[in-house]
């Protein structure tokens, strides 16, 4: 399923990094039969990255 997905990233979406894709992959896959707990894990994953990418940005 990765490289399926990876293959669209790449494919439409090449400036979305590909760390991200797999962790969120990764957590809904590991929580998979607790849907709130993997979109709470998402949600944290996603505003992480987030933060990480305007800290970045602010730095530059």
Not at 1 to 26: C, F, G, H, N, Q
Request: no cysteine; net charge negative; aromatic share 4%.
């Amino acid at each position: 399923m990765l490289a399926t997905v990876e293959e669209v990233r790449k494919e439409r979406y090449p400036d979305l990094d590909p760390e991200l894709v797999s962790e969120i992959l990764r957590v809904q896959h590991q929580f998979a039969e607790d849907h709130a707990e993997a979109r709470k894990r998402t949600e944290q994953i996603v505003n992480r990255w987030v933060t990480q990418r305007a800290s970045l940005e602010g730095a530059i």
